[in-house]
């Protein structure tokens, strides 16, 4: 079998949600079926790195796909060509968008329905052209993977897609997050004395943007640090995505704004030990089709406090405290029983251990593998 696969998101120094996914599945999928021929294609220069097996095929395809024209440019022209050209027996999409140009049988990831929930949260131009394009993405594939029950759900609520066209699959993490040194101590101290000068800190991760209410995230530190005078920071680790002027406004109106430190985006070597070093990871967006923030701190064995909203508490299940996303007074009461609970924490920590062995990327791939058949 011949499977083009969509990896514009395949990008160094760029893997967000979306990117990872794209590798840990297509890395373990590509290994489970060695008789199959994989054409990947990218949407600017490719590296290495991402040809995974020897059955994979690299081709760049034009135009670089990063605007609401583009995207339709590339899906609707370069790929309808290129699996024509290609003669391809499949078509798989990791990031929810398809080529209804295209008479090839297309399986799609749908992560979330996020421009529904929150259209305001985003560039006009996008919320547009999800708005025209998404519904019929959906009806034109042939076979529908969401990484949650909540979204498969907000799917068939919302487009009326019969339940069995879709099947529920996860998100899993790095082999980085698993792996713990042997003194951790050590690192804790190491990676504290590079990045909040010794201190403990509450961390933030993942791109900055309206829906990941970072500006509420800062206002709540902001109450916990006048409730409790705890030596904490509040490290912020991403890349800034769109619309962030309320970010830069929370944090000029912050009286503890020099306890407030943007990491930006950190590669995937530098991002576990500052996992595994916080004092808990604080996930509090509005919305979320999965959340692997929430599955890496599981593995780092870091406490979580997050959203009780959208498919957050699927994911964290017991091991998170859980707190109302539009009301800063009630993050900053969950930072503040972590701080002054030590037992919660470690409880935290152990239910973690559990809840995360329903997720792994084999199992996400193996998802795909069987809806290949």
């Not at 979306?18 to 220069?45: H, K, N, S, W």
């Not at 759900?153 to 996860?170: L, R, S, W, Y």
Request: charge should be positive.
């Amino acid at each position: 079998m011949r499977i083009a696969v969509n990896t514009r998101f395949l990008l160094p120094r760029h893997l967000e949600g979306i990117g990872l996914y794209t590798q840990e599945v297509l890395r373990r999928l590509t290994a489970m079926r060695p008789q199959d021929e994989f054409i990947f294609f990218f949407d600017r220069p490719w590296q290495e790195r991402y040809v995974f097996n020897e059955n994979v095929q690299p081709v760049v395809l034009h135009p670089p796909a990063r605007h609401p024209v583009l995207w339709y440019l590339w899906f609707e022209w370069s790929v309808a060509r290129a699996l024509r050209k290609y003669r391809a027996d499949l078509f798989f999409s990791p990031d929810g968008y398809l080529s209804l140009r295209s008479n090839t049988p297309s399986i799609m990831t749908l992560h979330d329905l996020a421009y529904l929930h929150y259209p305001e949260q985003m560039p006009r131009s996008v919320y547009y052209y999800y708005r025209h394009f998404i519904p019929r993405y959906l009806q034109r594939a042939d076979h529908i993977l969401a990484v949650s029950d909540y979204t498969k759900q907000d799917i068939v609520k919302n487009f009326k897609i019969p339940e069995g066209k879709i099947k529920i699959t996860c998100n899993g993490v790095r082999e980085a997050f698993a792996k713990h040194p042997s003194d951790r101590e050590a690192e804790l101290r190491a990676v504290r004395k590079k990045f909040s000068e010794g201190k403990p800190f509450f961390l933030y991760v993942g791109a900055l943007h309206p829906r990941k209410n970072v500006p509420g995230l800062i206002r709540a530190f902001e109450l916990f640090k006048a409730q409790t005078g705890a030596p904490h920071l509040l490290l912020l680790t991403g890349r800034k995505a769109w619309m962030t002027a309320e970010i830069e406004n929370a944090l000029a109106a912050a009286r503890h704004k020099n306890d407030i430190r943007f990491t930006g985006y950190l590669t995937e070597e530098e991002l576990p030990p500052l996992m595994r070093a916080a004092f808990a990871l604080t996930y509090v967006s509005f919305f979320e089709g999965f959340g692997v923030p929430l599955l890496e701190a599981m593995h780092s064995e870091t406490p979580i406090i997050t959203s009780q909203a959208s498919s957050m508490p699927e994911v964290a299940g017991p091991a998170a405290l859980y707190a109302d996303p539009h009301s800063p007074e009630s993050i900053a009461r969950a930072m503040r029983q972590l701080h002054e609970k030590p037992t919660l924490r470690q409880k935290l920590i152990e239910a973690g251990r559990e809840q995360r062995r329903r997720f792994s990327w084999e199992q996400a791939a193996e998802d795909l593998n069987q809806m290949i058949g």
